[in-house]
């Protein structure tokens, strides 16, 4: 029996289907053919939509962006970003380290993230009592980066990483850097990292909360072993990987893609996904 193509065969079964981001809705340019078309007629046939990204910004800011790259955001019922999980952690007291030297794709990110909470964004790691690491700018191989969590390694600062991802994909193909590859690599050394955002579990269950569903009622759709199919088997709930995102390079010409998958899954300790699809629609 052939793979599914996409989506629409394998959701049926499910209350709520909750869509990784890059590399599932859109490069980070455009939307993926056939996503807007698949949100549409998911959210027609009753389908629950959620977004559950490894974004360092909160969710406001990435639902206006998957707005404005053209894809139906009233078709979506909630955004659930690492950055808005770790932002609610502050908000609630549930972090300390009130400093920040925030290290962010753009200019600005880091003070639009704070907005509302009792933390200031420093400049200097001097005055830091943690490192914030939401993201890496664009193009950029995180050199300058590296230097200033090599500082903050020597003077023993924990790192917040509201990233996980190592690398995400881009409209040319290539894949860029993310900060969960240096957060990870901070870990290595022995620094201390808190981590926010798929596979770590804290951030699903707020997702279940604030959806008020639950677990096996749910479909995780992702195109990263790592972050979005381990996450998806930890809380119990199905998952289906994404080809053409991520690994879309490793897929190619591949005529049974789910043993593909299932040997990446292996070789990262996980089960096989229940479902592999090339697209959303």
């Not at 049926?12 to 455009?30: A, C, F, K, R």
């Not at 360092?56 to 800011?61: D, E, N």
């Not at 790691?125 to 664009?138: F, N, R, S, Y």
């Not at 930890?234 to 591949?254: D, K």
Request: aromatic letters at 4%; hydrophobic letters at 40%; one cysteine or more.
């Amino acid at each position: 029996m052939a793979d599914p193509t996409s989506l629409l065969e394998v959701a049926d079964p499910y209350e709520v289907i909750v869509l990784d981001q890059w590399g599932v809705l859109h490069n980070g340019s455009t939307p993926y053919p056939g996503a807007a078309r698949a949100l549409n007629a998911l959210a027609s046939s009753g389908k629950r939509l959620a977004v559950l990204s490894n974004s360092g910004k909160r969710a406001a800011p990435n639902a206006k962006r998957i707005a404005d790259i053209g894809l139906p955001i009233d078709d979506i019922e909630l955004t659930m970003t690492s950055g808005e999980a770790c932002w609610q952690d502050y908000r609630d007291g549930k972090r300390k380290g009130k400093k920040l030297l925030a290290i962010t794709g753009r200019p600005g990110d880091a003070l639009a993230w704070a907005d509302g909470l009792d933390v200031s964004i420093t400049d200097t790691l001097e005055t830091a009592e943690a490192v914030l690491l939401m993201g890496i700018p664009e193009g950029s191989k995180a050199q300058a980066e590296q230097a200033v969590l090599d500082d903050a390694f020597q003077r023993g600062l924990p790192v917040v990483c509201t990233n996980p991802d190592r690398a995400s994909p881009r409209a040319d193909g290539v894949l860029q850097v993310s900060p969960g590859t240096l957060a990870h690599a901070y870990e290595d050394r022995g620094g201390d990292v808190i981590f926010y955002g798929k596979p770590h579990r804290p951030v699903f269950e707020r997702l279940l909360q604030s959806l008020g569903a639950r677990a096996e009622h749910c479909l995780m759709v992702g195109d990263s072993m790592e972050h979005d199919i381990a996450g998806a088997q930890g809380i119990g709930m199905a998952s289906a990987f994404v080809t053409s995102g991520l690994h879309a390079s490793e897929f190619e010409g591949i005529t049974d893609a789910s043993a593909l998958a299932g040997a990446i899954a292996s070789a990262q300790g996980l089960l096989p996904p229940d479902h592999v699809i090339n697209r959303l629609g």
